[in-house]
């Protein structure tokens, strides 16, 4: 798929595997992450400067130690910065704690972290209206981990680490299934949501330069940005995402004569 956007007949064409589509203006949504790993790919001619600064990532290469395993992952951020959040539901046959526990946090020790990607996970937590339940949390790069884990190897290591929490708390009993989100595994999202860091901040890199529409030769108006990174408070937030909907349908009311 690509966008030209810059033609001389002034429409914008979406090339798409079996059709092209012409249209006056075209309003990108795609995430983020998208943006970062398919920008220059996706458009033509390329996006102003300003706007690929907003979108630019680079990458540096680390390891995670697991098993006497070293795993190679590669990640980094410049410009606006994208993020990843994975869950883990565990499903157990029958509750097995009271209505007064609302979870279970971890923590490790500086001095007894090796890096592995399981000392990532905030803990596990009940789901409302999901009795069976509980909820995990993991970020980062052992979000991206977690992802290309087998499940048994997966669903060892939660039940490890949760059965060790509660102790003898609970007539604890072991879950009979797990599903886990896999957000930058999906080509139509590459990860969860943005964040604004300290690079985005010194580099004066700020959602507003994401949501500004992008002008062709003539100076008309012919891409325009919505999505919870362009928002310039509530990012990474559904109901910022919404918002920066209203916002570019408002401006394209504005845009278009007689609409």
């Not at 990458?59 to 795993?71: G, R, T």
């Not at 992952?73 to 990843?84: E, I, N, R, S």
């Not at 997966?154 to 007539?171: A, H, I, M, N, P």
Request: hydrophobic letters at 40%; proline letters at 3%; one cysteine or more.
């Amino acid at each position: 798929m690509s966008i030209q956007w810059d033609s001389p007949d002034s429409k914008v064409k979406v090339n798409c595997k079996d059709n092209t589509f012409e249209a006056d203006i075209v309003l990108v949504t795609c995430s983020l992450g998208v943006l970062k790993e398919k920008a220059d790919q996706l458009f033509y001619p390329h996006l102003p400067q300003k706007k690929r600064e907003a979108i630019e990532v680079y990458y540096f290469i680390f390891f995670i130690k697991f098993n006497s395993i070293l795993i190679k992952v590669a990640t980094c951020f410049k410009g606006l910065g994208y993020g990843t959040v994975n869950k883990i539901y565990l499903e157990f046959r029958q509750k097995w704690w009271n209505e007064g526990w609302g979870g279970v946090n971890f923590l490790t020790h500086s001095a007894n972290r090796s890096g592995a990607w399981f000392e990532a996970i905030l803990g596990f937590y009940t789901v409302h209206n999901q009795p069976n339940l509980l909820e995990g949390w993991i970020t980062g790069s052992a979000a991206r981990v977690v992802e290309t884990l087998p499940e048994s190897e997966l669903l060892e290591k939660c039940c490890s680490l949760l059965r060790g929490s509660v102790g003898s708390s609970f007539d604890y009993e072991e879950p009979i299934g797990v599903i886990r989100s896999q957000w930058h595994s999906n080509p139509n999202f590459r990860g969860s949501y943005s964040f604004r860091s300290l690079e985005s901040k010194e580099r004066n890199i700020w959602a507003s330069d994401l949501a500004e529409p992008v002008v062709d030769s003539k100076g008309v108006a012919k891409l325009l940005f919505a999505g919870e990174a362009t928002h310039s408070h509530r990012y990474s937030n559904v109901h910022g995402a919404v918002e920066t909907g209203w916002r570019e349908a408002d401006r394209i009311i504005q845009l278009i004569p007689n609409s």
